[in-house]
């Protein structure tokens, strides 16, 4: 029951982020998507693996090291300045 839990927290995470690019109310290259899909991709990884889904577990595994590599580049960016 825990992972259901889990894995539906992560699957809102993810398309909140989603939805919201969408509808122009966040920005891809911002820390907020960057870390609802961080967070989102690890739930549903953790859950993925407690049901030893390997498909799964590649898929939300990668979509997991990808946001934390995007939100590393989001964070360190240098903000540009304005003329």
């Known amino acids: 029951m825990i992972y259901q839990i889990i894995s539906l927290l992560g699957a809102i995470l993810i398309l909140f982020a989603f939805a919201s690019v969408q509808m122009r109310r966040m920005e891809p290259e911002s ?5 609802l899909n961080l967070f989102g991709g690890l739930c ?40």
């Not at 820390?31 to 870390?35: A, E, H, K, L």
């Not at 577990?57 to 003329?83: C, D, F, K, N, Y």
Request: charged fraction near 10%; glycine fraction near 6%; include cysteine.
């Open 31 to 35: 820390v907020p998507y960057q870390s």
């Open 44 to 83: 549903l990884c953790v859950a993925a693996v407690a049901a030893m889904q390997y498909g799964f577990i590649l898929l939300e595994g990668s979509w997991t090291v990808l946001s934390a590599q995007g939100l590393w580049r989001v964070i360190r960016q240098v903000p540009s300045s304005r003329a």
